[in-house]
């Protein structure tokens, strides 16, 4: 993404006070679980479920639409497999995956990155908002079939059906009857198990779920977005995966936290629990660099207006009245 030169400078000095940056670079101490050539894992040193973990580029990036196309193809492509690891190591049937974007949206670390979370019945954590109002998402439901229909005319390998809400030949977008909060969206793989996803359909749905998220935000004049992945059983999801897209703002009042468990755990024997599990990942060959995949660049030139006469923007500014 091209920065303007006092953006640069302010990530520069970011950096510069980036923990996990350190951490990075060997200057500090952590319980690391997984690396390869694009991202890094480590164990969260107060974790809310033992084998709490969290996964980031390698490179500071500070939200999600500012991660490069092949970074973002990269991740997301592994995260079923990371799960299933995560899964298969802790012994448990579900997981959550945790993204926020900004301060609104509980982000606590300047750089990138996606809490994973074992899951199960009775773990004492709760990922689900509280009661929210239906939104009138019309507006929005069209902004994302314009963008994906433009996205899938540059890059083919999937299409648009006509719909209400969203629906591409992979992945169904829909507002849950029992939102958690304004602008609440809910998308899914039909009949799937996350974990079961291969690389290029977890891409496609957080190729959808970061122009769907980026959308939301700017329709809804949002001050940041939460994206919470529930797969399998646990307090927060039955069966299959749900992938969630929550608008934040700052003082809504939604619960989506968790407190550090009271007595921490061994974490030197999960890490080399986990490590186990994650070396096999950690040396699979890297997936090939796919161009198609790009989301925040693209995106973010539409909502700079600068395709006036395009369908795209038109569908925008209707979302925004
Ligand atoms: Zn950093």
Redo the contacts with the bound molecule.
Sequence with gaps: MALSPEVQAQLEE??KH?V??KI?AGEMKSFPIYKDAVMTGMLDINPAVKGHALFMPLE?YPILSFLPPETFAHLFGKLPTLVKSLKTAMVVPGATAFIANGGAAGQQS??FLMHLFPRERWDGLSLSGGKGQKTDLSGFWKSLNAVMTEHFSRNPGGSVKTSETYEDDLVQGSAPDNPWGKGHVVLSIPGKEFDQLDENASRRLFTVASYASSILFESLQAHGTNLILHTGESEDNDSGFRLHLLPRWQDDGLLLSWKPLAQKPDLEAIKSKLRDEFFVVEHTPPPIKRKEEDTGDKLKKILEKQSPDSEIERAISEARK
């Design positions: 970011q950096k980036c996990f940056c990075i500071h300047p750089h």
